[in-house]
């Protein structure tokens, strides 16, 4: 991800699975270690919620995974990136960089909401 991907997601998504993945090594259950690798990810990348990056779709639905599941996290998911198109300033990421065009979702939470989709596609019983 780190040397494949475009932009500052590939670095930033690699932070994200090492360390969840240094978590679920010692011991974490999934959902936390995901959480533990969302941590990681906003201290290197300082993006934080209401940024308008994919941090505001990525911690609702982790933390909606943490407590409900799969499908509330992709519900999750979807609202964080469809707000941040109202958000008034884009603080960090992709959208930082696309000046007044900023009645759109973030590419990178819209991103992060279609993964969350996909999952529920392919891993919850219709």
């Known amino acids: 991800m780190g040397t494949s991907m475009g932009g500052s997601s590939g670095v930033l998504l690699s932070i994200f699975f090492t360390a ?34 994919m941090v505001d779709a990525l911690e609702p639905a982790l933390k909606a995974l943490d407590t409900n599941g799969l499908e509330a996290a992709a519900s999750a998911a979807r609202r964080g990136a469809q707000a941040t198109a109202a958000m008034p300033k884009a603080k960090a990421g992709r959208s930082a960089y696309i000046g007044r065009q900023l009645d759109i979702a973030d590419p990178g939470a819209f991103a992060v909401a279609e993964a969350f989709a996909a999952m529920v596609a392919m891993f919850v019983p219709a």
């Open 20 to 53: 969840a993945a240094q978590s679920l090594n010692g011991g974490a259950p999934l959902s936390k270690a995901l959480l533990a690798g969302l941590d990681r990810m906003t201290f290197y990348g300082g993006a934080k919620l209401g940024d308008r990056t």
